[in-house]
């Protein structure tokens, strides 16, 4: 057998060891079947657990601006549930910045308060109140600034981490609440909640991983639970959604002639 063939790795197998599991679960496997080995289980699930909690936190919020940019509306959208969300990931942020973390730590944290700050300001934009907008990215960099400095005592970081969750859970049964009260989710993307379904779904794994069946993984399923009810509410409100685009299409057309 030639050398060089031996020193090549097959592409799936390269894929499978450099993001789910080491090489010994790839032997458990794919060469011994063993399939129900119960530690590589583990690893992997972690592995793919890890992943959902990276989507549910960089990329969730970007087809959300996407679909606010591409249909010129932010109806449906609830302001306070993205100011909640945004709120929760700063404390995170700004914990992790104060206790001097590295920066590859929690950078996904950074790139995703900046898209939620832009989706904020997006929100206000639509509504023609640009300069609300304006004003309050303004005041939100002047509490983070004031959040990472020395001048807010460590105790409050700490505790305002703790509870981030809390904010989370409420900002999404917020949105879940406007749902309901307007009959129909707007503009609010399919593909960012489910995304942030699955992140959720990745932190309780984690959390029950780490500290068992505590107070953190009651509050993380309940926050999984909110994301689940708005992907109940879009698709029960599916052809509402439909009918309502298709007469803003109309208006916007009827304006144009």
């Known amino acids: 057998m030639d050398t060089s ?7 799936l197998k390269d894929f499978l060891l450099t993001f789910f599991m080491p090489e010994k679960c790839y032997d458990h496997f794919f060469i011994y079947f063993n399939f129900m080995h119960v530690p ?33 509306s932010s109806n449906g959208l609830c302001l306070a549930s993205v100011f909640l969300e945004l709120l929760a990931i700063s404390t995170h942020a700004a914990f992790c910045y104060t206790q001097n973390f590295p920066i590859g730590a929690w950078g996904e944290s950074l790139f995703a308060l900046i898209q939620i ?12 109140k640009t300069i609300k907008g304006i004003y309050f990215l303004a005041l939100y960099c002047g509490f983070m600034f ?14 305002l981490h703790d509870w981030n969750v809390l ?5 999404r049964f917020f949105q879940a609440g406007s749902n309901f009260k307007c009959g129909h989710t707007g503009q609010l993307s399919a593909l960012s909640v489910f995304l942030d379904f699955l992140g959720s779904l990745g932190r309780i794994f984690s959390s029950l991983q780490v500290t068992g069946l ?9 926050a999984c639970c909110g994301s689940g009810v ?6 029960m409100y599916w052809n509402k959604c439909m009918t309502n685009r298709e007469k803003e299409g109309q208006v916007q057309k009827d304006k144009a002639e």
């Open 117 to 128: 700050a832009v989706l904020a300001l997006l929100i206000q934009h639509y509504r023609g």
């Open 5 to 11: 063939d031996q020193g090549t790795m097959p592409p």
């Open 214 to 222: 505590s107070l953190s993984s009651q509050m993380h399923a309940l």
């Open 167 to 171: 904010l989370v859970i409420a900002g």
């Open 40 to 72: 590589c289980l583990k690893i992997v699930l972690s592995k793919i657990m890890g992943i959902f909690i990276l989507m549910g936190i960089v990329i969730a919020p970007l087809p959300q601006i996407c679909k606010v940019l591409w249909s010129g």
């Open 146 to 159: 004031l959040l990472a400095s020395p001048l807010t005592p460590v105790s409050v970081v700490w505790t």
């Open 230 to 235: 708005m992907l109940a509410q879009i698709l």
